[in-house]
């Protein structure tokens, strides 16, 4: 049965991987980033910090309208979306191609850095945020 052995040891492989949410004191990227002093936004600190302003998170950039549209811009493509936030905070678009609605999760900010974590508590995306439209999207 050496194809089990093999098996069992893909098995702890990817599971090892799937722990690397939780860090070497036992707590989450999330717990981790509010231990350093991170804030959860309340829906209101989202509305304002994302209308009419620009993220930048790595690869894409994305601006949100005051009138609720999202444009992103990942390379040298633009996509366009319809944007809203719901009441628990959580920034909503409605998915070009099936028309569905999509929401994230919520965000913390420490500092001039904002994140947002999957529910394991791994880190799913960071941005910063700069004011306006700079890049005309």
Same mark, same amino acid.
Request: include cysteine; proline fraction near 3%.
């Given at each position: ?52 302003? %620009? ?33 628990n905070g959580t920034v909503c678009q ?33 941005? %910063? ?9």
């Open positions: 049965m050496p194809w089990l052995r093999k098996g069992w040891y893909a098995i702890a492989t990817v599971c090892c991987l799937m722990g690397t949410a939780i860090g070497a004191d036992g707590q989450t990227e999330r717990e981790d980033f509010i231990s350093d002093g991170a804030q959860l936004l309340t829906q209101d600190q989202v509305a304002e910090m994302f209308t009419g302003n %620009t993220f930048h998170g790595g690869l894409w950039t994305s601006y949100y309208d005051q009138s609720g549209r999202k444009a992103t811009r990942i390379g040298d493509r633009v996509i366009e979306r319809e944007w809203w936030i719901e009441e409605t998915l070009n191609r099936t028309g569905e609605t999509a929401c994230g999760p919520q965000f913390y900010r420490l500092g001039e850095v904002y994140r947002s974590f999957r529910a394991d508590g791994s880190l799913l995306v960071e941005f %910063t945020m700069a004011p306006g439209n700079p890049e005309g999207l």
